[in-house]
């Protein structure tokens, strides 16, 4: 493995994530008092008298400025526990455990679209060959310069993920046909071939590739994956770099003798491939296997600490503006009190209004900061319960109904006749249909069209949302449940929010025993969310 820290720097992770937790649990302690706050403030603006109202804003401006302030230490605690389970330290692109979970999503979507994909299951040919020579910095770089150029070849919609060691797994939706997965497969080897400098040497790095496709090789994940390395190692007991598709035939025998795969560009930077002898090999691999065990962790937790701050400022920046919007109409409002002749112009139960809405703004940014931060340290807590989920539905459907009134839009529901009891939290259920149907409302125009249904089948409940609003792009859908995801062509629809509520309502129907998934056939298309729940 390469990038290992030593000693002092397993000690240093270990001591950054302790500091982070101890800083998240202040964090919520400071958050949940600015939370009260805001709760008395509005409290005090059931009484309409003028005096407490200015009194009202006064305290609402300074838990403002408490939110800005505490805003940044928020994001950047969020932003380092999020990163750290998404992306991989070294190379930059997805772990192994995102990959395959984006590898799930694109299968369900595949499925439901009636279309294909391709994995790709990518190992450097050698790589062990330039540690051993070159060192671990220069296997490092080897390995980041082999991210980069997949990057650079495949597209938008495509997926890389590191699986682990020296090898990377490519999720490639939508294809047509064998033919065009194999001339992309050309094209990736042929990237990777191109000489490079790499510790003061110029090197060529050749591949192995294997190829399994959907629904041909397999209809889940696990076994997608399986037949794709399968044809990998197949390619690479054939002796030469290349990629193999994968067939009936195919075996996974485990790893053998690699060929000859590392080509020097340059007999001043030669590397005697053979000249290790087979013992000397299997001891090293020994060694290497050892740190993997011993400091992976603590490399990858102390590389995300590092770069927490500087990949979130975009995500700073929002959540600074967001909640700073709110200042000017309460401002508005105090100048208005202020100056008597102002106020008497308009009436006191508008501007009692204005300032409730803002504090429900403000009230709802806190809220999903919160979750997130629940969230990003796993800290959501369920209280089960026998729940008839229909009572759950009705109330979700009171609390969203006011916004698709407001909206003009046509809302229908379809539900089965009760009960249907699950063993869930009733709070926690009610959270994720509120935020699936608030969700539908917010990104569907005035006038359109919002639905909410369901189907039993062996004893499993499946509830849908559906709409017919802005829908989803082929891009975002594999991502869609990420923590802080939104689509920045779509931004004017959610109303200021931070990216936070379709990965809780993830969090919460697992941890219901349930699944969830977006569907859309595209942009201005609709969408659809279906959410699984076993009954009790």
């Known amino acids: 493995m390469n990038g290992q820290p030593d000693g002092h720097s397993i000690v240093s992770a270990s001591h950054t994530v302790a500091l982070l937790d101890a800083r998240a649990a ?16 509005e409290g005090d603006l059931s009484d309409s008298q003028a005096a407490r109202l200015l009194e009202a804003n006064q305290k609402l401006v300074l838990a403002v400025l408490q939110a800005d302030r505490t805003a940044e230490v928020a994001v950047a605690n969020l932003a380092a526990a999020n990163d750290s389970h998404q992306r991989d330290a070294l190379t930059g692109v997805l772990t192994r455990a995102l990959g395959i979970d984006r590898l799930e999503n694109a299968i369900d979507m595949a499925r439901r679209n009636g279309k294909r994909l391709a994995v790709l299951f990518l190992d450097l040919d050698h790589f062990k060959a330039v540690n051993d020579h070159l060192g671990h910095a220069s296997g490092d770089q080897v390995l980041q310069m082999t991210a980069q150029r997949l990057q650079s070849v495949l597209r938008d919609s495509d997926t890389v993920s590191r699986y682990g060691g020296d090898e990377f797994m490519l999720i490639l939706p939508d294809v047509s046909g064998a033919a065009d997965v194999g001339l992309l497969a050309s094209d990736l080897l042929a990237a990777l071939i191109m000489p490079g400098a790499v510790g003061g040497h110029t090197l060529q790095q050749s591949a192995s590739l294997g190829i399994s496709l959907y629904p041909d090789d397999g209809e889940d994940a696990t076994t997608l994956i399986q037949r794709a390395d399968a044809a990998m190692y197949r390619c ?25 795969g590392l080509i020097p560009a340059s007999s001043t930077s030669h590397v005697d491939v053979l000249a290790i002898s087979a013992s000397r090999q299997q001891d090293l691999r020994e060694a290497n296997e050892q740190l993997v065990m011993s400091s992976l962790v603590a490399q990858e937790s102390e590389a995300q600490a590092r770069q927490a701050h500087r990949q979130q400022i975009a995500f700073m920046a929002m959540v600074a503006h967001e909640l700073r919007n709110p200042l000017t109409p309460l401002r508005l409002a105090t100048d208005m009190l202020t100056n008597r002749g102002l106020a008497n112009e308009v009436p006191i139960e508008r501007l009692a209004t204005l300032i409730t809405s803002q504090i429900a703004r403000m009230a709802r940014l806190i809220d999903d900061l919160l979750d997130g931060s629940r969230l990003s340290t796993g800290k959501l807590r369920l209280e089960f319960d026998e729940v008839d989920v229909l009572g759950v539905l009705d109330q979700a459907i009171m609390a969203c109904r006011p916004g698709m009134h407001a909206r003009q839009q046509q809302f229908s529901a379809d539900l089965l006749s009760g009960p249907l009891n699950v063993h869930g939290d009733p709070i926690r259920l009610a959270q994720i249909f509120s935020n699936l149907l608030d969700n539908a409302s917010k990104y569907t125009p005035e006038g359109g069209e919002i639905a909410l249904g369901m189907t039993l089948v062996d004893h499993t409940l499946s509830i849908f949302v559906r709409d017919n609003g802005v829908g989803i792009t082929d891009e975002m859908l594999p991502q869609i449940f990420d923590l802080f995801v939104q689509d920045a062509q779509v931004l004017a629809h959610s109303s200021g929010g931070l990216g936070i509520g379709l990965a809780v ?19 201005n298309l609709g969408s659809e969310f279906v959410v699984t729940l076993p009954l009790a």
Do not use: C, N, W
């Open 505 to 523: 309502v993830r969090e919460l129907v697992e941890g219901h025993g349930g699944t969830v998934t977006a569907h859309s056939a595209g942009r």
């Open 26 to 41: 202040e964090l919520r302690a400071e958050l949940l008092k600015l939370r009260q706050q805001l709760a008395e403030v």
């Open 236 to 260: 690479k007991r054939r002796g030469s770099a290349g990629f193999e598709f994968y067939t009936p035939q195919d075996v996974d025998e485990g790893r053998g003798e690699l060929p000859p």
